[in-house]
C-alpha cells in the first residue's frame, strides 16, 4: 500500500508543516510559535516559493497566521489540539465528502434519504468523523515515535518529519 491517506503533494507538504508547527509549540511551548517560511522550506527542503504557495490556503481558512517582516513567519491560529486533520485536509484538498451519488454519476449523492444509501456513503461518513476528531496535536505527539525522531536519517527527498513519497 502506498501510503494510508492519498493526499496531493501540496497536501502532503501543508500537513507536514502544520506537523511541525504543531510539534514546535508542545516541544518549545515558552519559545515564540513563529517559524519562517525559510526554515520550514529548509526543512522540508522544498523552495521557499513553492511553500509560500502550499501554505496560502492555511491561512486563507485561518488555520495558520501569517505577518512579514524580520520576526515574521506562520504560526497556528490555535492551539494543536483544536484544529482538526479534517479541517486541514479541507483548507488543502477541498471538500472531503463525496457530491455525486456512486450508481448515478449525473446525479448528487441524497445521502440519507436515498432508497440506496450505500455501505461505501457509510464507511465514509466514518471516515469523515474520525478525521474531525484526530487533531494536530495527536499527530505530533506521534511523531515522538516516529523514526526520525530516533535518530534515523532520512532518505534523500524526504521531508524532514515524514516521507512525503510520490
Avoid at 511553500?51 to 513567519?73: D, E, F, H, M, N
Avoid at 448515478?104 to 436515498?114: A, D, E, I, T, Y
Avoid at 464507511?123 to 496535536?137: A, D, P, Q
Wanted: proline share 5%; net charge positive; glycine share 6%.
Amino acid at each position: 500500500m502506498d501510503g494510508c491517506l492519498k493526499l496531493t503533494l501540496n497536501g502532503r507538504y501543508a500537513l507536514s508543516a502544520m506537523l511541525l508547527l504543531a510539534w514546535h509549540s508542545s516541544e518549545f511551548p515558552s519559545e515564540s510559535r513563529w517559524m519562517t517560511i525559510e526554515d520550514l522550506a529548509k526543512k522540508h527542503r522544498v523552495p521557499k516559493p513553492f511553500l509560500a504557495k502550499i501554505i496560502r490556503p492555511l491561512v486563507k481558512k485561518r488555520l495558520l497566521s501569517s505577518k512579514r517582516g524580520v520576526t515574521g513567519g506562520v504560526a497556528l491560529t490555535r492551539e494543536p489540539k483544536d484544529i482538526s486533520l479534517l479541517e486541514m485536509i479541507e483548507a488543502c484538498e477541498g471538500s472531503y465528502a463525496r457530491t455525486f451519488c456512486i450508481y448515478f454519476p449525473w446525479r448528487k449523492c441524497s445521502g440519507q434519504h436515498c432508497p440506496i444509501f450505500c455501505h461505501l456513503r457509510k464507511m465514509e461518513e466514518e471516515t469523515i468523523e474520525k478525521l474531525r476528531t484526530i487533531s494536530m496535536e495527536d499527530l505530533a505527539c506521534s511523531m515522538e515515535e516516529h523514526p526520525i525522531r530516533k535518530g534515523t536519517a532520512p532518505k534523500k527527498g524526504d521531508s524532514a518529519l515524514f516521507s512525503l513519497g510520490k
